[in-house]
């Protein structure tokens, strides 16, 4: 199959972040570590700081194990390794939105242990109500004013809008980018869309517009359509490896959409550029269908509207091990597409993944829908 | 072998019957054609409810009954047929197992018309009740408590108490009562007392030998839970206080031969509490504290502002307050009490009360050379809990702190 020079491209910047982050150090910026989609980035970019996604991969936990049981999730694991590896030198800061009670708990054995990366933990509200977008918003503000103070520069409102005029326009064209894939043999794989989404958390969001604004003119054109068995959605949280991803597609189906914290949720709502700024990104963030404060009616919703809009056949459940907001939510879930009729499987995974056992479950269900 | 001076405090034995009478009280409510509502420990606080003459229950207090009545096993499997996770909080399964109809004792827990959750001391909390919630198709409200990662601050009081307004009204609509302001301030009051007197009860036990032990304590706690702010929760602790301290003045304590002073972290095993009656006879070894069950007097309330106070009490939860903070909470009680070692127990499906405890012990250790141990096992789920290795634990721990 011939390849994609620029979708070759978003693969490159995803697996080369470290040093495009150092680069960016170079030039005597500052680099912050964030938990996406649930912090605002665009505060973070109009402080001139780059926001990256952090990544809680590791197949081991010699060093983690020392102050995180076995039992916490295994991304706060793998990202507890990752950092004491030293392997994220070049971060200055750490926001951590306080999503779940491994996160919260992380959060504070960081502070105990270590200020560098300094962490800094936003609360994200539990409810949708008036109130707690209202905090939330008074939240934003007390982030911005920090973020102020330790990047050493006064954010602007001006500032503010062309963070959320850059951001808009890489969420405008990652949406144009999954469009293209409702069509009956979709131009990308489910493993290219999430290295595309993935390099955008990590890289700078003009240079990602740029190439994406390029992918989107090109992608329309490819003529060598990868070819899929069964039309496949992912749901769950972020996955940081798209090797997981290509375990279920290396098994005969082809991923056409998600519900993933590393997918849609990161980028299918924009803020309103009406809005003033912090209210706008405030109303943004707090609307992203997730297990961590939206009621689960409106997961439900989600779910049923990306089905329908990307003709899937199956939805693929898939859960880090010991991850409780996304255990919980998959009871309801799970029947809800029951109910409607969705054929589902549950994905339990872990690093190093269990391919063979992994792919035999993902082979019979695709056997199943067929 | 150390000899217990006293089985237990009578005031402890009091509770068997308060709780049955707790889970009476739910039938007579809806008998009455009042509402029953199943809330989260602490918070949404009890005072509202009961200034609306609402009955609440507590899923927590349930699933602990349970298991030391040995009826959680089949309970767990009943939940976990349905869908929900063996690694999710057994509390949560066990309640679930009752509510999805499971075999359960009292027949289950009389069926709530409002379900109340608030996050300040778990974010599972949220995810349980949502569950309950969509199970029971019942009414649910959740009041939003941001965990503290310095100091409790303005805004955080203001957001919570203007969400205890909400639901207030909220809650004024469905049961077509309106709150009257005064009631809720003498239950704030009454409450305030209770704690203060169980706060006094905790503090007699710095005397030596210890006069009341951890299974007394975790029992007596119980009215707090479920009766703070209420008459008949200040008589309780007035009667526990009188009996604790005649105890001190007369110099008996839960053993004659007091040895070892010890400090309990984490939720006891429900189905193991002989484990404490073993430290006690096998090494003269008495629990004088515990983080679990000082929780629950943790606040003073000032009546005059009845919102502003329940709302300090949401946020002044343990596990919604930095480690720092409990650092410097466990160094005191130690001193104060004279602790010679601390045994956190953690519980595989309770991170919120877990997951800190590696650096916790670490830190005790570096910072104030206090030795201590952690258990790993489950605070409900006896499946595949070893007793003979719990013990074996135990027994070593005993060594270091130097038990012959």
């Not at chain 1, 009406?274 to 209210?279: F, M, N, R, S, V």
């Not at chain 2, 949560?92 to 379900?115: H, I, N, Q, W, Y």
């Not at chain 2, 909400?166 to 239950?187: C, G, P, Q, R």
Request: aromatic share 10%.
């Amino acid at each position: 199959m011939k390849k994609n020079v620029t979708l070759e491209k978003f693969r490159e910047l995803f697996e080369t972040r470290d040093s495009v982050a150092a680069e960016w150090k170079k030039t005597g910026k500052k680099v912050v570590g964030c938990i996406s989609p649930y912090t605002p980035e665009e505060i973070i970019y109009a402080s001139e700081a780059l926001p990256v996604e952090v990544m809680g991969k590791a197949e081991t936990f010699s060093k983690a194990d020392a102050y995180l049981p076995s039992f916490a999730c295994s991304f706060t694991r793998g990202f507890m390794e990752a950092l004491l590896e030293e392997k994220y030198g070049y971060l200055d800061l750490l926001t951590l939105p306080a999503l779940c009670d491994s996160m919260r708990g992380f959060y504070g054995i960081w502070k105990q242990i270590s200020d560098k990366p300094y962490a800094y933990l936003l609360h994200y509200p539990t409810n949708r109500s008036e109130e707690a977008y209202k905090y939330f918003a008074s939240e934003i503000e007390r982030f911005k004013n920090f973020m102020e103070d330790f990047v050493g520069k006064n954010i602007s409102e001006k500032d503010l809008k062309n963070a959320i005029d850059t951001y808009n326009e890489n969420r405008r064209l990652l949406k144009k980018l999954y469009w293209l894939r409702r069509k009956e043999s979709p131009p990308i794989s489910g493993v290219e869309a999430l290295e595309v989404v993935l390099s955008s958390m990590t890289t700078p969001k003009n240079l990602h517009n740029q190439l994406l604004e390029k992918l989107v003119s090109e992608i329309t054109e490819r003529e060598d359509y990868p070819e899929g068995e069964a039309r496949l959605l992912v749901s769950g949280h972020i996955v940081d490896d798209p090797d997981v991803l290509k375990v279920i597609e290396d098994s005969g189906g082809i991923i056409v959409s998600d519900d993933l914290d590393s997918g849609s949720r990161y980028f299918w709502n924009l803020v309103d550029h009406e809005a003033k700024p912090i209210e706008g990104i405030s109303r943004r963030y707090i609307r992203i269908p997730s297990p961590y404060g939206s009621p689960i009616k409106d997961r439900i919703n989600y779910l049923k509207l990306m089905v329908k809009a990307f003709q899937v056949e199956g939805i693929v459940f898939l859960t880090r091990k010991f991850c409780e907001p996304y255990l919980f939510d998959y009871v309801t879930l799970g029947q809800a597409v029951k109910e409607e009729g969705i054929p589902s499987l549950y994905l339990e995974y872990e690093y190093p993944l269990a391919r063979g056992a992994l792919k035999t479950r993902v082979e019979a269900f695709v056997e199943m829908l067929r | 072998m150390s000899k217990r001076a006293r089985r237990s405090i009578s005031a402890a034995r009091e509770v068997t019957s308060l709780v049955a009478v707790h889970y009476m009280n739910a039938v007579q409510a809806h008998n009455e054609g009042r509402w029953v509502a199943w809330l989260t420990a602490v918070s949404p606080p009890l005072e509202i409810l009961y200034t609306l003459g609402i009955q609440p229950l507590f899923p927590e207090n349930y699933a602990c009954v349970a298991t030391v009545m040995k009826a959680s096993r089949n309970l767990f499997e009943v939940s976990e047929a349905y869908g929900v996770s063996r690694d999710l909080c057994s509390y949560t399964r066990c309640v679930m197992g009752s509510v999805l109809g499971g075999e359960a004792p009292f027949g289950g827990m009389e069926k709530p018309d409002v379900l109340l959750s608030t996050k300040n001391v778990c974010v599972v909390y949220m995810k349980w009740w949502e569950l309950m919630a969509q199970t029971l198709k019942c009414p649910l409200y959740v009041i939003d408590s941001p965990a503290i990662t310095d100091k409790i601050e303005n805004h955080h009081v203001k957001y919570v108490e203007e969400q205890l307004r909400v639901l207030v009204s909220a809650l004024e609509k469905i049961t077509e009562t309106n709150l009257d302001e005064e009631k809720l301030k003498e239950a704030v009051r009454l409450s305030d007392k209770a704690a203060e007197l169980w706060r006094k009860v905790l503090e007699q036990r710095r005397a030596k030998p210890c006069p009341m032990g951890v299974t007394d304590s975790s029992a007596a706690m119980f009215p707090m839970v479920a009766s703070a702010g209420t008459q008949e929760a200040v008589e309780y602790y007035e009667r526990l206080l009188d009996e604790v301290s005649t105890r001190v003045k007369e110099g008996v304590g839960v053993l004659e031969n007091e040895k070892f002073r010890l400090l309990l972290s984490g939720i006891p095993y429900w189905h193991h509490l002989r484990m404490f009656n073993y430290l006690e006879e096998k090494y003269g070894a008495v629990f004088v504290h515990e983080l679990y069950t000082a929780t629950w007097g943790m606040t003073s309330l000032n009546s005059a502002k009845p919102f502003e106070s329940m709302a300090y009490k949401t946020l002044l939860n343990p596990t919604n307050m930095p480690i720092r903070w409990s650092k410097n909470w466990i160094s005191g009680l130690v001193k104060d009490f004279d602790i010679d070692g601390i045994v956190l127990l953690s519980s595989r499906s309770c991170k919120a009360t877990s997951i800190g405890n590696l650096t916790i012990q670490k830190v005790l250790r570096e910072e104030y050379g206090i030795p201590s141990l952690i258990l790993e096992a489950d605070h409900t789920d006896d499946r595949v809990y070893s007793k003979a290795e719990a013990t074996a634990k135990l027994d070593a721990f005993m060594e270091v702190l130097g038990a012959k």
